[in-house]
């Protein structure tokens, strides 16, 4: 009885404790298996493609037409988009703005991510080389050379409908009026000499003189005239 008595205690302090091991383990796997169902939230969705904003460049067409370009995210694909203008047109005529777009998926070329400043140097070098087909031949893709095995949507294709040429007409010539006619003037009239009135005067003494003083009034109207003239 009394070995009863002394180990009865014990084997319930035992007992007591396996079942509270048994709870709190139960408790931890419970509490194990809703970490395992709950989903990690996602991610937000990055705003756009960051190395569209490197893309950017100048060139000319034909020497003598400026142009631009600057590359932007527009949600999975990439848009250029080009402007050119010739100041020359502005005075002699003709096609003076050109504005277009060009639309590509860059992405799937994996040069684009790797060497993203080489890849808009390339894409600058194509530009220049389109010249007169800038914003015109759809046909003609802008190509950078590290993508030539990309599939074919990475290169950029020019949208016709975006494309825009602006012209003006040629401004008249202005020529500087004539200078003015000089005027003609009324020539002086001419006056007469003495020897000239003493012409008229001898006239006249001979109308008035006559019979036997036609001979004396002669005689004296010439005396006249030679001293004068």
């Not at 991510?113 to 080389?129: E, H, I, M, T």
């Not at 759809?138 to 950029?156: N, Y």
Request: charged letters at 25%; proline letters at 6%.
């Amino acid at each position: 009885m009394l070995f009863l008595t002394t180990v009865a205690p014990w084997l319930l302090l035992a007992f007591l404790g396996q079942q509270v091991s048994l709870s709190s383990g139960a408790r931890n796997k419970h509490r194990g298996a809703d970490k395992t169902v709950t989903a990690a939230p996602d991610k937000a969705p990055r705003s756009g493609d960051k190395s569209a904003a490197n893309g950017r460049g100048k060139f000319s067409i034909n020497n003598k037409i400026q142009c631009t370009w600057g590359a932007k995210a527009v949600g999975d694909a990439v848009k250029l988009s080009v402007k050119c203008e010739d100041r020359e047109a502005h005075i002699k005529g003709g096609v003076t703005d050109i504005k277009c777009e060009y639309n590509g998926k860059p992405q799937s070329c994996a040069g684009y991510k790797s060497n993203n400043k080489g890849f808009w140097k390339q894409v600058a070098r194509a530009f220049k080389k389109l010249q007169g087909k800038v914003c015109s031949d759809e046909s003609k893709l802008v190509r950078a050379g590290i993508c030539k095995r990309a599939p074919r949507d990475a290169h950029f294709k020019l949208d016709m409908m975006s494309s825009v040429n602006l012209t003006q007409s040629r401004e008249p010539e202005t020529h500087a009026p004539p200078p003015p006619q000089p005027r003609a003037t009324a020539a002086a009239p001419v006056k007469p000499t003495a020897c000239t009135a003493r012409v008229n005067h001898l006239k006249t003494a001979e109308e008035n003189c006559s019979g036997s003083w036609a001979s004396v009034c002669n005689f004296f109207l010439t005396m006249l005239q030679s001293e004068d003239c």
